[in-house]
């Protein structure tokens, strides 16, 4: 589903990430743990489009998408989720829902209202199925912090992605809303490739078929869940 080889990002002089190669299979779900400064969401950024490589190439399925853009990559099918959700506050869940289904699907512009086309309200009604939402007329400003992560993992669903990157979808939440974050991907379909960046251990290990950790921008391991345990306590303990 995805491969890359030989990444350099650097900032300022400083490389935060180096020499970094990886593979992803279709359907699987990574989840990458690291310290903090370790280089995961410039790793995320990078496999988005948000930021271009000083050296190395990224494929999705085959396809050179190294200087594709990140509007690009959405349309090939990456999906994005943030740390920090970006929602249009004033607006209700449902209207967020509608216009990011609109987005996706080209369906904005002059002389477009997409908040009453009945096709995109079907879109966004099964969007919010999925992500366990309810209550769509409420406006996000009025809505618990962990409605808000649910509702930026459902805009993040609204592309039909077939690679979703999320990054900490469960942070500030508290154990009890992030084991529900957590419930809700591991119930996702099992053909949507996930990465996903987490610092809950106990949740990350039960979502990951593998786990990649990364250290000063270097992959450090790379294996199954049961043996990442040992490199962790390595580099929490140095």
């Known amino acids: 589903m995805l491969e890359l080889s030989g990444l350099f990002l650097g900032f300022g002089g400083v490389n935060v990430i180096r020499d970094l190669s990886l593979r992803v299979a279709r359907g699987e779900r990574l989840v990458i743990l690291g310290p903090n400064g370790a280089g995961k969401t410039s790793l995320l950024r990078l496999i988005a489009g948000e930021v271009r490589p000083d050296e190395g190439r990224i494929w999705l399925e085959a396809r050179d998408i190294t200087r594709d853009p990140s509007s690009t ?3 090939l099918g990456i ?17 967020n829902l509608i216009l990011a289904a609109a987005a996706h699907a080209g369906r904005t512009g002059p002389g477009r209202d997409p908040l009453r086309d009945p096709a995109l309200q079907e879109v966004a009604q099964c969007i919010a199925r999925q992500a366990g939402l309810q209550g769509l007329d409420r406006p996000v400003s009025a809505v ?6 649910r509702l930026d993992l459902a805009l993040a669903l609204a592309g039909a992605p077939r690679l979703l990157l999320l990054d900490e ?3 500030g939440i508290g154990p009890g809303g992030a084991a529900g974050i957590h ?8 053909d949507l490739t996930l990465i996903v960046i987490e610092h809950d251990l106990d949740l990350a290990f039960a979502i ?8 000063h921008g270097r992959i450090v ?3 199954p869940p049961e043996a990442a345990r040992p490199a962790l306590k390595a580099i929490y303990d140095a």
Do not use: K
């Not at 999906?79 to 209207?95: I, N, P, V, Y």
């Not at 419930?183 to 099992?190: D, G, K, T, V, Y």
């Open 183 to 190: 419930a809700l991907i591991a119930a996702l379909p099992r």
């Open 79 to 95: 999906g994005r989720g943030f740390q920090q959700a970006s929602l249009f506050s004033s607006f209700t869940l449902r209207e």
């Open 144 to 149: 618990d912090y962990g409605t808000a992560r």
């Open 73 to 75: 990559r959405a349309r």
């Open 208 to 215: 990951a078929d593998r786990i990649a950790i990364l250290d």
């Open 221 to 223: 391991f790379d294996g």
């Open 169 to 171: 979808p469960a942070s």
